[in-house]
């Protein structure tokens, strides 16, 4: 049973711009806050963006103003819009459960395959 597959990552180059999608079941997505996690090599999973069933919006400082998450409640779907990429937001993105920004979604019990998003020139 596939609960969350992600999509949309990709090779661009600095200053570009990504949008990754990402489809999860009812019992992940439901009324919980959904957020988008990343995983640079090396380094710890860290929640990066996130929003509540009310549109509500979290992010950490270094994609503030940059990127901007949204959800479709009625497709059970949340997306990342990323825009003026650096090479520092190179990593595996991974959709899931998630409010605290910083956070590593160590209570998570499931995790999808991730997309990898790799900025270079």
């Known amino acids: 049973q596939v609960l969350v597959v992600e999509s949309g990552g990709g090779l661009v180059q600095p200053g570009g711009s990504l949008r990754l999608s990402c489809a999860a079941s009812g019992s992940i997505f439901s009324i919980n806050p959904m957020g988008w996690y990343r995983q640079a090599p090396g380094k710890q999973r860290e929640l990066v963006a996130a929003?509540?069933?009310?549109?509500?919006?979290n992010y950490v400082d270094s994609v503030k103003g940059r990127f901007t998450i949204s959800r479709d409640n009625a497709k059970n779907a949340v997306y990342l819009q990323m825009n003026s990429l650096k090479p520092e937001d190179t990593a595996v993105y991974y959709c899931n459960k998630g409010w605290i920004v910083g956070s590593t979604g160590a209570g998570v019990d499931y995790w999808g395959q991730g997309t990898q998003v790799t900025v270079s020139s």
């Open positions: 929003i509540n069933s009310r549109g509500m919006t």
